[in-house]
């Protein structure tokens, strides 16, 4: 089982999200929330091919709480609590009022998305990621959603590989983990 298109573009969005609006660590330093949301946001959906000119502060500001909120997802489903990551989903599904509503694109099949209560742009991006997180945790697809493994750094991915083994965030934080562990081989005392 994997992911479609529509899943796989709004868990990219919720990863955006977490990854640019919360704080915490990314790389191996430290990482603050960012000053300006609104072009957080507009980054975070540039990311994911959404391009946005303009992002109203509002918008900005319900995202960056939710994004707190869909980070718990994430740290209770690394850790295998889903009773508590689902708690979250289920309360981030009421809070954005995410309703199904089957959509096509110009030259593309119906496919099923979902939609907040009005076309605001946080509002329809908030219920895509709390039902993408909601997809994710109500199937076997639960365990790919991840905190990276490197030291100092707490930032989000969804795993999409092939053998769902992935551990970090970035192939920048597989390689800086690597490389420690290299350079702790070489410096073994030999007796």
């Keep these: 089982m994997s992911f479609d298109s529509h899943a796989r573009t709004v868990l990219a969005a919720a990863v955006e999200y977490v990854n640019r609006l919360t704080p915490g660590y990314s790389g191996g ?20 091919g959404h391009p946005q000119d303009v992002v109203p502060a509002g918008d900005a500001r319900r ?10 997802v994430f740290e209770a489903a690394q850790a295998g609590d ?3 990551a689902a708690t979250e989903v289920n309360a981030l599904l009421v809070d954005t009022n995410a309703r199904p509503q089957l959509d096509r694109g110009k030259d593309r099949p ?14 329809g991006w908030a219920a895509g990621c709390a039902a993408g997180l909601a ?11 991840g905190v990276c493994a490197a030291l100092n750094c707490d930032r989000v991915f969804v795993d999409v590989s092939r053998n769902g083994q992935r551990r970090f965030c970035s192939p ?15 410096h073994v005392p030999t007796t």
């Design 172 to 186: 920048q934080c597989q390689s800086r983990v690597k490389a420690a562990a290299h350079r702790a081989r070489q």
């Design 29 to 48: 330093s430290a990482f603050a929330a960012p000053a300006d949301e609104t072009r957080a946001v507009a980054d975070a959906l540039a990311a994911i």
């Design 82 to 84: 889903f009773d508590r």
């Design 110 to 123: 119906w496919s099923l998305h979902f939609h907040g209560p009005n076309d605001e742009l946080a509002n």
């Design 63 to 72: 995202l960056a709480e939710l994004a707190g909120r869909m980070r718990i």
């Design 135 to 145: 997809i994710a945790i109500g199937s076997d697809l639960a365990g790919r959603l």
